[in-house]
Structure formats: structure tokens, C-alpha cells
């Protein structure tokens, strides 16, 4: 009787192993699955949606760029993009019916350029201006018109096309007021020449102004002209057998170094912006 009991005993707990083991089996077709997930793409700063591109330039809602993307407003390096969630660079030109747009805020930055500082964007070429002004501003600033390595002065930087546009048209620029040093004085028939404009290999060199500055030897010019580099300068002081000794870009347009010690910069306030848009 005692035996038969125990054998009892004993099997029912089998039969519970047994049946547990069927609902926990871990045979290899019955482990539980985990799902694959695919590595997320690191995304590149350098790049953005074309139509967050055009949202953040003030032009149109994403929505709406999504629709005029569509129908074929959209430009990018004078390509016609269609396609939805087309991805550009901060270095494409971007084109929105025909006109280059910019998804920055418009930056200006006015620097005083001291000696030794060549005006390029390019590397490699030693100390330049963009050095000058990294902390300035995220946005990609560029200089308006050139200063020579050795020459000194005001520079305009911004990433305004419009503004852009108005320093390098040759008839309406935006004058810009140099203090020349020469190594000698300037005779007044030589004066005059250049004041009354003259070819240099049929080629018509003007000047807006000319002036011996007051109080000063002979040598001590201010000339004032709308070109976007100072190349005019030593072009003509060259044909007139003088040497420029020293080069100093004093003002454009309204904008002067009040306030801005050599090889500083400053934000233009929306005033001088305002003005800066109606020369």
C-alpha cells in the first residue's frame, strides 16, 4: 500500500514537470524572436531638407515648399529639383523662382583690417580676414571687395546677396572713402589728371572724389570710389610714377571706425543696416 501511494507521489509531479516544460520549451524554433532595428543614419550637419532649406529663408511654410518644389520653382546649382525630401548643402545655390535664397539669418559685420591679413576665403594662404572675424557669427560671411595683405581699413562681411549686389554694380556701387600715403607729393597737374579721369591702355580710370587732406603734406590723399578692390588705387598712382605708401579704407558708404579699434569688429544695428539698403 505504502509503495503504491509513493509511486502516486512521485508521478504527479512528473506530470507537472512535463507540462511545464511543454509551455517554457526553449527549442530554438519556439525562443522568442527580438525585433531588428536598423542602425540610425548619422545625420550631416552640413546638409538639410530643401524644404526646411526654404521654410528658414522666410520664403513659405515647409507644407508650401513641399508644393512648390513639386511644380518645379525650385533650383538647386541650376538644377529643377521635384524630388520630396531632397537633401542640399550649405555651399548649394539654392534658387526659389529664379532668385538665390538663404536659409541664415542676414548677418553684417563691420571689421577694422589691420596689416598683414590677406582678403580671401581660401585656405592655406596664411593669416586672413576670416581668421579675423570666426567669432563674429555661424553664418557664412563673406567680404565684400578686397584689401590688400598690407593695406588696412574697413570691410564689410555678410551673407546678403542684395547687399552684395549693390558694392560690385560698377555704376551705383557703394563708395568707399580711402586715406592714401604716397612717397612723395602729388604735383596738382597730376591732381587734376586723376580728378578729371584719364586712360590707362584705353582703358577710362575715374575716381568719385580726390582731396589733399587739410593740415597735411601733399602726399596725404583722400579718394573716394565705388570699385569693390583697391587695385584701381596703385593702378593709377603706378601710371603717374608715384608709390602708395600706405592703403586705409576709412568708410563706406556711411559706415566709419568710430569705435572700432584695428583688427576688431562690430555688428552693424538694424539702422545702419536700413541705411546701408537705400544708397
Not at 532595428?37 to 550637419?45: E, H, L, Q, R, V
Not at 557664412?140 to 546678403?160: C, E
Request: glycine share 8%; net charge positive; charged share 30%.
Amino acid at each position: 500500500m505504502s509503495t503504491q501511494r509513493n509511486s502516486k507521489s512521485k508521478g504527479k509531479p512528473q506530470g507537472k514537470r512535463n507540462a511545464d516544460s511543454k509551455t517554457k520549451s526553449f527549442v530554438k524554433g519556439n525562443a522568442p524572436v527580438k525585433k531588428k532595428t536598423a542602425p540610425k543614419k548619422s545625420s550631416n550637419p552640413d546638409e538639410m531638407r530643401l524644404n526646411k532649406y526654404i521654410s528658414n529663408s522666410g520664403i513659405c511654410s515647409r507644407r508650401q515648399a513641399d508644393e512648390n518644389i513639386a511644380i518645379g520653382l525650385v533650383s538647386v546649382n541650376g538644377k529643377v529639383v521635384t524630388e520630396m525630401g531632397y537633401k542640399v548643402k550649405r555651399s548649394d545655390e539654392v534658387r526659389y523662382d529664379g532668385q538665390r535664397i538663404n536659409p541664415e539669418p542676414k548677418t553684417y559685420v563691420l571689421l577694422n583690417k589691420p596689416k598683414g591679413f590677406a582678403t580671401t576665403t581660401a585656405e592655406g594662404k596664411g593669416r586672413t580676414v576670416m581668421d579675423l572675424v570666426a567669432n563674429a557669427s555661424s553664418a557664412n560671411i563673406k567680404p565684400i571687395g578686397r584689401l590688400g595683405r598690407n593695406s588696412v581699413g574697413l570691410l564689410l562681411f555678410t551673407n546678403d546677396d542684395i547687399v552684395v549686389q549693390k558694392f560690385t554694380n560698377s555704376k551705383n556701387g557703394v563708395a568707399r572713402l580711402f586715406q592714401i600715403e604716397l612717397d612723395k607729393n602729388l604735383k596738382f597737374e597730376d591732381f587734376k589728371k586723376i580728378q578729371d579721369g584719364f586712360k590707362i591702355e584705353g582703358k577710362q580710370i575715374e575716381v568719385d572724389e580726390i582731396s589733399y587732406i587739410q593740415g597735411e603734406s601733399k602726399n596725404q590723399l583722400g579718394v573716394k570710389i565705388k570699385n569693390t578692390g583697391n587695385t584701381i588705387l596703385r593702378t593709377i598712382f603706378d601710371e603717374l610714377k608715384y608709390d602708395i605708401v600706405k592703403i586705409d579704407c576709412v568708410a563706406i558708404g556711411h559706415l566709419t571706425k568710430k569705435d572700432i579699434p584695428r583688427g576688431h569688429w562690430k555688428h552693424l544695428t538694424e539702422q545702419e543696416v536700413s541705411t546701408l539698403k537705400m544708397l
